[in-house]
């Protein structure tokens, strides 16, 4: 039996990062068919009630499979949804009646399964969801994303002996919200003295939603000392084989993040090999365990488990970034001090996303599938 499951794009062949790692693409009994949604608010006596919502084109289909958006309207056939840290994902102001609506929709009979990327997703998801519909719990999975691996460590770069130069690695659209300043400021400070040096993928611009004081004078000034440091690699943007081959040749990924959603890019680089230097906000420490990575420790909001240290007070953010580059300083010199442990943490990078992100991911996706259909696979 091959189940023909219904996702949220114009295109199969070229889905976006998120629908390509979430749904059945690496399932040989599934045919993914394109079932892209149409803005409601194109609809003029819809506009104002529901902005930012969507309805999909009735396809038919065994089963849709949804990102990050819950089926608004009833639907032909059953209907499921991954999601990365909250559901309903509204608009900013949307009414608390809209919000109520959606979690409703998630406790009707033909939406079957809700899965979450992470069990601070469904968590912060319940907490919701239980005032609504208190028996919603039964259709949450923990599920995360597909993420590929390298075959073992003999096909990533080394760390042999003490006088290698130690090699870090910041991938990222969002330079400020991801932390990296505070790996500027530590190859400024101690690049010469500990012998490192970093690559930083990113446009580095400003504006995102977590560092809001950062202005265009910080990041022109940022971007100067980026291009004029000669232990510092900057490069705009790589394509994503770019940045997997660049992560081999590395020794230590660092993304200090102030807020995310997820954390795919820590996945992709414990993948290939390469240990984390991250943080303790959303779903970081699930990702980014001591064995295989270090995490900065902020304080963090209640309940959306974000950094309470973020651009809209500039000296909080400041003086955040140099106590992270001080603790990126004494990681690498740890690192110095027994490369050991690096090689097993980067052995363990690679075991931990082999076993939860491979193809025993795929086989509990399959069996969701199966129980949401009634449909044998194969």
């Not at 809700?114 to 319940?126: H, T, V």
């Not at 994303?145 to 659209?173: E, K, Y």
């Not at 779903?283 to 950094?307: F, H, M, N, T």
Request: glycine share 6%.
């Amino acid at each position: 039996m091959v189940l023909r499951i219904g996702i949220d794009t114009w295109s199969v062949r070229r889905p976006n990062y998120h629908l390509a790692r979430t749904v059945a693409s690496s399932i040989d009994e599934v045919e993914l068919i394109a079932a892209p949604r149409v803005p409601l608010e194109r609809v003029p006596f819809l506009r104002k009630r529901f902005a930012g919502s969507y309805i999909g084109v009735n396809r038919r289909v065994d089963l849709f499979h949804l990102w990050n958006r819950v089926a608004e309207t009833p639907v032909r056939s059953p209907w499921g949804v991954t999601f990365e840290s909250r559901l309903p994902r509204l608009i900013p102001d949307s009414p608390k009646a809209m919000e109520i609506l959606l979690l409703d929709r998630i406790s009707h009979d033909d939406c079957k399964f809700a899965i979450a990327l992470s069990a601070y997703a469904r968590d912060r998801f319940l907490e919701a969801q239980r005032a609504i519909s208190p028996e919603v719990e039964n259709k949450v999975h923990v599920l995360g994303p597909r993420i590929s691996t390298i075959g073992g460590m003999d096909a990533r770069a080394n760390l042999d002996h003490t006088t290698d130069v130690l090699r870090l690695l910041f991938v990222g659209r969002d330079f400020f919200r991801k932390g990296g300043e505070s790996l500027l400021r530590a190859v400024e400070r101690y690049g010469d003295a500990l012998n490192f040096s970093a690559t930083i993928v990113s446009p580095v611009s400003g504006n995102d939603y977590a560092t809001r004081a950062i202005d265009m004078a910080h990041v022109e000034d940022v971007r100067r000392r980026l291009g004029s440091n000669n232990r510092i690699v900057w490069q705009s943007e790589l394509t994503h084989s770019d940045v997997e081959a660049s992560m081999r040749s590395h020794h230590i990924f660092v993304m200090p993040t102030f807020a995310d959603t997820y954390g795919y890019a820590f996945l992709e680089a414990l993948g290939q090999g390469l240990p984390v230097f991250g943080s303790n906000v959303q779903a970081g420490p699930e990702i980014v365990a001591d064995s295989r990575g270090w995490r900065v420790q902020y304080p963090l909001k209640s309940q959306s488990r974000e950094s309470q240290l973020d651009g809209a007070d500039y000296p909080a953010y400041s003086s955040a970034m140099d106590s992270v580059a001080d603790s990126l300083a004494n990681t690498v010199m740890e690192t110095r001090k027994d490369t050991r442990q690096w090689s097993v943490r980067s052995e363990n990078a690679i075991e931990y996303v082999r076993t939860n992100h491979g193809d025993a991911r795929d086989s509990k996706l399959a069996l969701i599938y199966e129980r949401a259909t009634g449909q044998q696979l194969g």
